[in-house]
C-alpha cells in the first residue's frame, strides 16, 4: 500500500504495531471474513452493532475489527466488552482513513474478505450474507448494498436527491451503472483494497468505488435496507467551525465534499489509467450490473431482480472533515 502522506503511514505503522501487540497470533490469523468498521465516539451505538453481527457468513467464520479513529468517550470499551477486536487510534483522522487501516489489519491478518458496516446501527446485520455471496461465489470482486435498490426510512428528500445525482454522475464518468455510491454495506475481496489508491481521510466510499471501477474488478450491486440512526447523531457534513446540527447545511456541506473527493478521484484515476474516455474499454473488464448481480445473489436467474429488501427487520440500536 502507498501512501500520500508520511504521517498518515507513521500513525498506521504504529497502530499494526499495537494492535499485533495485544492480540498476538489472534491478529495474524484472523477469521476469512473480516468485518470492518471504522467507530468515531460511538459509545451506546458500537455496542450492539456488534453483538447483531453474525458469527458465520456464507459458511465462512467471521471476527469483528473496529478502527477507533481518536475516541474521546467509552466506544473502545464498549467495542471489546462487546467481543470485536479494536485498534485504537490515538488521533481523529476520519471514516477513509480508519477504514484504510482496517482494511490493512485484515489483508495482513490473512483475511480472505473484507466486509464494512457502520458503527451506528443503521445497516442490517441479516443482509452481510447477501452482500458477500457474491464474492465468495467469485461473480464478482466488489459487491455494494444499495437502498434504491432495496429501502430505506429516511424520508430526508436532499439525502435521497443526493444519493440519485451522485450516482448519475459516477454512473456516466466511469461507465458502470450504480444506483447507490455511498451506501455502507459493502463487501470485497481482500487483496482489492490494497490494489486501489486510498488517499482520503473523509468520504471515501466515492474513492474506493470508483477505483475499484477503473482498475478492471468486477463490480456488483444487491437490495439492501439503510435505518434511521437510533442512538447519537451523524458527523456527515458538520460545520468545521462551530459544529453546527442543521441538517440542510450538514447535506450542503457533506455534497460539496462528497463532489470534490468523487470527481478528484475519477481524474486521477483517468490520468493512472491513459484512457482517453471516462472509463476503460468493457473488453478490459467483465462488469456486473445492479440487475444482473441481485438475481445472482438472489437466485433469481438473468432478467429479474429483486427490487426491495425487506425493512421489517429488527430496529438495530444503534462533521468536521475529519470525523468518522
Known sequence: MMYRHPEDEVIDDAAVEAFGQGYGERAAQLAPVAIV????????????????????????????????????????????????????????????????????????????????????????????????????????????????????????????????????????????????????????????????????????????LIGVITHGYKVAEVPATIHKRRVGESKKGQNPLYQLHIPGVNNFVYGVRFARVAYGTWWRERQRSGSGGSALPASETERIGPVESAARANGSGPGSVETSASSAAPAWPADPAKRT
Open 37 to 208: 468498521i471504522a467507530a468515531y465516539n460511538e459509545e451506546g451505538a458500537i455496542g450492539p452493532v456488534i453483538e447483531a453481527l453474525p458469527g458465520e457468513v456464507c459458511g465462512l467464520a467471521t471476527v469483528a475489527v473496529v478502527v477507533a479513529d481518536g475516541c474521546a468517550d467509552g466506544t473502545v470499551a464498549e467495542a471489546r466488552a462487546a467481543g470485536a477486536m479494536v485498534c485504537d487510534v490515538p488521533v481523529n483522522r476520519g471514516q477513509g482513513a480508519a477504514l484504510r487501516l482496517g482494511y490493512r489489519l485484515a489483508r495482513e491478518g490473512g483475511a480472505d474478505y473484507i466486509v464494512t458496516t457502520d458503527a451506528d446501527g443503521q445497516y442490517n446485520p441479516a443482509e452481510i450474507e447477501r452482500v458477500l455471496a457474491p464474492v465468495v461465489a467469485g461473480e464478482a470482486d466488489f459487491v455494494t448494498g444499495s437502498r434504491r435498490l432495496g429501502s430505506q426510512e429516511t424520508k430526508d428528500m436532499i439525502r435521497r436527491t443526493g444519493v440519485r445525482f451522485f450516482a448519475g454522475t459516477i454512473s456516466m464518468l466511469t461507465g458502470q451503472k450504480i444506483s447507490d455510491t455511498t451506501f455502507g454495506l459493502r463487501a470485497m475481496r481482500a487483496e482489492v483494497t490494497g490494489a486501489v489508491s486510498l488517499e482520503q481521510p473523509q468520504y471515501q466510499a466515492s474513492e474506493l
